[in-house]
């Protein structure tokens, strides 16, 4: 394209590459990657429409002298443009330009504090304007891009002159607690906006999307004092809107930042405000350095299995496989092979038995067995079968086992298809009746085992079923009714293995793709009799998550437990080595899920925790021949847990930091298999002790002093 006032030629290839990148940005966008190509290409019919347009002017002389339409007038002062459809002509100076468009701001205004002065301007490449410079958009469609305000298909982007001065940015206001951000900077959206400080902690890693966009999520620091400690959660909207999303599209240089690490800006940093996929972006003008502050350490490995025990752990790899998508360069391959590996290997030490999603083929399964064995020295059996997503050519997905040939024998395995009365596109022929469709693009993988080890007996017979359910990318009013149809299939399949023995082990393990607490999840527990325990409500609230999206954590993957192996569970842990980090070497973020380890001991087990009401308190457990058998530390929220007792009489031990004091110190307890409450001592704060006996020895001073301060009398 030019930007001369001559009427613009395309040849057909410029109109094809026009109308494949205009709707394959709108047909993809919020898609995950693996979907993305495929609906690339379901675009491609549509684009030859716009061949015909090839030879033709896209702009007359009048379009260009058609009257302005002020930036203000177009953005309205609602969330949506009032001239949403409509072709404009508007002018403006630019302020940033991205990969794939500009913004531009009127800079006089209409002096409306409710109206934005800007807008983005999509291009579908990346324009050939600069900031500051004055230009205007001919005959463009005004759109509404996930509610964000644009000006699309322009006919032409032309220099001009009579634009004004130059940008006076705005002060953004600070985010307040239970007033949505989209409500609060909509004024705002697209402005060029000064931050008079941008200092927070890390709550979303920096993430990487396409063609170098980088995003992190702080949350203020006036805010990090307010809310309690560790994470943001995702059922926590009013927590999760004071965080201040930062990306680089236009050109800053984005920091790799962690959870937990504080980055900062200069003062009065320059930045324009944007609205992408349902959350307020800052995006930081380039030249402006971003710091970071602190270290953060990834977890301890788990101890290795003991011989009377098994470990279970449940591990989405996050796409390891050769497809397009995927990793189709064999360097890549490997390299994701050794990282997923090491993981394996020393961070799970080994794992007894793995469930794993997002092995590409079953190929992609029996190649990190493979590697395991080669370099790790682990000989691991693995299980997997051809399903739907199997033969996907851009981004393959099978659910797989991995299991110790040493300690597990996989008696029996099969993919385990649900159908339904609505059609998912899932394409699985010769399963289901006439008038049903196949429910799972990656059916649930049935695997009955038997595990050997030192217990009474030998051997314990376990069934194992692999999961990876519906994600929640596109339209979750119909990803959330097949989840709970899944769900209540999966419960099914418990039943039934139940019904035929009463005796029945099971373990449901995987990505279900929703939340701890959630109706699927919740389903496919209670529809079981008698119901499945969930392995992380053994775990401490801010222990309870595996996965960070939008900088909110979550728990999308699951360990569901039969209640007969209640008894047996010796320790429930999620390794936080992916979710909370950017980048890291080794098994540090070979993947953006967080492994779950569960420990069972056929023999019995017991464990226990409680809630001390403070933080840093030690607690020894020591056995009735005065050795210590666990220890822990209570986190923020006051929760601890011991886990692996022995079935005994134990005595626990409180250490309180100082200014805490714990009464009694020494508590004596019967422990029985499974997990239970800790009898619980009283714990208080020596200060705040001592001012509650000073209000109750002079109660008057003490109402006095919190009284607030009375006026004089005249």
């Known amino acids: 394209m030019s930007f001369g006032l001559h009427p613009i030629h395309t040849t057909a290839q410029d109109a094809l590459d026009l109308a494949l990148?205009?709707?394959?940005?709108?047909?993809?966008?919020?898609?995950?990657?693996?979907?993305?190509?495929?609906?690339?290409?379901?675009?491609?019919?549509?684009?030859?429409?716009?061949?015909?347009?090839?030879?033709?002017?896209?702009?007359?002389?009048?379009?260009?002298?058609?009257?302005l339409t002020p930036l203000y007038a177009i953005q309205g002062s609602g969330e949506a443009s009032p001239l949403q459809g409509t072709r404009v002509t508007a002018r403006g100076l630019v302020s940033g330009v991205t990969v794939d468009g500009f913004f531009m701001q009127d800079p006089a205004g209409d002096g409306d504090p409710i109206t934005s002065d800007a807008l983005f301007v999509y291009t579908w490449a990346r324009p050939e304007v600069t900031p500051g410079q004055c230009v205007q958009v001919v005959d463009g469609l005004v759109t509404e891009f996930y509610a964000k305000t644009e000006l699309t298909r322009a006919a032409?982007?032309?220099?001009?002159?009579?634009?004004?001065?130059?940008?006076?940015?705005?002060?953004l206001p600070a985010a307040r607690l239970g007033v949505s951000p989209t409500l609060a900077l909509e004024p705002w959206e697209g402005m060029l906006v000064r931050l008079p400080r941008l200092a927070g902690a890390?709550?979303?890693?920096?993430?990487h999307y396409a063609e170098g966009e980088r995003e992190l999520a702080l949350l203020p620091a006036a805010w990090e004092r307010v809310l309690r400690p560790g994470h943001l959660w995702h059922d926590q909207p009013e927590a999760a809107a004071l965080l201040t999303y930062v990306n680089n599209r236009l050109g800053a240089d984005l920091p790799e930042a962690s959870f937990g690490q504080v980055v900062t800006g200069p003062p009065g940093l320059l930045a324009v405000v944007d609205y992408a996929f349902g959350k307020v972006q800052v995006l930081p003008l380039p030249g402006q350095p971003l710091t970071v502050t602190g270290q953060v350490a990834p977890p301890l490995p788990v101890a290795p299995a003991a011989a009377d025990e098994y470990t279970l752990c449940s591990y989405n790899l996050n796409g390891l496989g050769r497809g397009q998508a995927q990793l189709p360069d064999a360097a890549a391959y490997a390299a994701a092979l050794a990282q997923r590996g090491q993981t394996l290997a020393q961070m799970l030490q080994g794992c007894t038995i793995i469930a794993l999603q997002e092995t590409g083929t079953p190929g992609d399964a029996a190649a990190l067995a493979a590697h395991l064995a080669d370099v790790h020295g682990l000989d691991y059996a693995a299980t997997a079968l051809w399903g739907p997503a199997s033969a996907d050519s851009d981004f393959p997905l099978t659910n797989s086992l991995l299991t110790r040939r040493g300690r597990v024998q996989v008696v029996a395995a099969t993919l385990a298809?649900?159908?339904?009365?609505?059609?998912?596109?899932?394409?699985?022929?010769?399963?289901?009746?006439?008038?049903?469709?196949?429910?799972?693009?990656?059916?649930?993988?049935?695997?009955?085992?038997?595990?050997?080890?030192?217990?009474p007996g030998g051997t314990a017979a376990l069934w194992v079923i692999g999961n990876h359910w519906k994600s929640k990318a596109g339209d979750e009013a119909v990803n959330a009714v097949r989840r709970l149809a899944q769900a209540k299939h999966v419960a099914g399949l418990v039943q039934t293995l139940a019904q035929a023995d009463p005796a029945a082990q099971v373990v449901v393990a995987g990505d279900l793709n929703d939340y701890f607490d959630s109706p699927p999840v919740r389903a496919l527990m209670q529809s079981v009799k008698p119901p499945l325990l969930h392995a992380l409500a053994y775990l401490p609230a801010l222990d309870r998550y595996t996965y960070i999206y939008n900088g909110a954590a979550q728990v999308l993957d699951h360990l569901l437990l039969s209640a007969n192996l209640g008894p047996q569970v010796a320790a429930v842990q999620v390794l936080h080595l992916n979710a909370d980090f950017a980048t890291g070497r080794g098994p540090v973020r070979g993947s953006d899920h967080d492994p779950i380890l569960l420990r069972i001991r056929p023999g019995g087990a017991a464990s226990a925790g409680g809630n001390l009401g403070f933080a840093q308190i030690a607690v020894e457990a020591i056995s009735a021949g005065g050795v210590r058998v666990a220890a822990s530390v209570s986190d923020a929220a006051g929760e601890y847990r011991l886990w692996g007792l022995p079935v005994d009489t134990l005595t626990l031990r409180f250490h309180a930091p100082p200014g805490v004091q714990v009464t009694p110190a020494t508590l004596t307890w019967q422990a029985a298999p499974g997990y239970q409450p800790a009898p619980s001592p009283q714990v208080y704060h020596r200060t705040a002790r001592a001012a509650a006996a000073l209000a109750l020895v002079t109660p008057n001073l003490a109402v006095q002093s919190l009284a607030p301060a009375q006026p004089a009398q005249p």
């Not at 890390?202 to 993430?207: D, E, I, K, L």
Request: charged share 15%.
């Open 202 to 207: 890390v709550h979303g890693p920096t993430r």
């Open 21 to 67: 990148a205009f709707f394959t940005r709108r047909a993809t966008a919020g898609a995950p990657r693996k979907d993305r190509r495929r609906l690339a290409l379901c675009t491609f019919a549509l684009a030859l429409a716009v061949i015909s347009l090839a030879g033709a002017p896209l702009y007359t002389q009048a379009a260009v002298d058609a009257p």
């Open 156 to 171: 032409a982007i032309l220099p001009a002159t009579g634009c004004g001065g130059a940008l006076t940015p705005v002060e």
């Open 417 to 455: 298809q649900g159908c339904s009365a609505q059609d998912y596109g899932v394409q699985d022929p010769g399963v289901c009746a006439a008038g049903l469709y196949p429910l799972f693009a990656r059916p649930p993988l049935v695997a009955q085992l038997q595990v050997s080890g030192d217990w």
